[in-house]
C-alpha cells in the first residue's frame, strides 16, 4: 500500500466538515456496569479444577495409541510374511547369449559410440531457406 500523504488540506477539510458527532456520554454507564459484574455469580469466572473433557486434553484411554501402533506393526509383520513369494524367473544364459554378449563386448570395448557422419544445418536446409534467413548466401 502505499502512504497515506502527510499533508493534504482538501482531505483534512473534507473529513473536518463531514465528521459525525460524537454522542452523548451516558453518565449512569458506569454504575450499570458494576453492578452488572456485582451480580454476576463468581463462581463461573473461576476455574473449575475438576477433570471435565477439555482439561483431560481430549485422551479418553490412555492405551488407544499404543494399541493402535501393536495392531498397525502385527499387520505389517503379517502382511510381510503371508505375501507370495515372486521367485526370479531369470534362467542362467545359453552358451548362444553369452557367445553373442562376449562379441557384443570385444566390438564395443575400445569405441562405444559408432563413428557417425556429422550432419551440418546447411544440410538440413534446402537453399531456399537458407536464402530466406540470409540473401547473401547463394
Do not use: C
Not at 106 to 120: F, K, L, M
Not at 130 to 136: G, L, S
Amino acid at each position: 500500500m502505499k502512504p497515506l500523504p502527510e499533508d493534504d488540506p482538501r482531505l483534512s477539510a473534507f473529513l473536518k466538515a463531514h465528521r459525525p458527532p460524537i454522542p452523548p456520554a451516558d453518565p449512569a454507564l458506569e454504575e450499570r456496569l458494576l453492578a452488572a459484574i456485582a451480580t454476576t455469580p463468581q463462581e463461573i469466572a473461576t476455574i473449575d479444577p475438576s477433570p471435565g473433557p477439555r482439561s483431560r486434553g481430549g485422551r479418553r484411554n490412555p492405551w488407544l495409541l499404543p494399541g493402535a501402533i501393536a495392531a498397525g506393526l502385527v499387520v505389517a509383520i503379517v502382511g510381510y510374511h503371508t505375501r507370495p513369494q515372486v521367485q526370479p524367473t531369470a534362467s542362467a544364459p545359453s552358451a548362444a547369449e553369452l557367445a553373442e554378449l562376449e562379441n557384443f563386448i570385444e566390438n564395443t570395448w575400445q569405441d562405444p559410440v559408432a563413428e557417425q557422419p556429422a550432419v551440418y544445418a546447411d544440410e538440413l536446409l534446402n537453399q531456399a531457406d537458407v536464402a530466406a534467413v540470409d540473401p547473401t548466401i547463394n
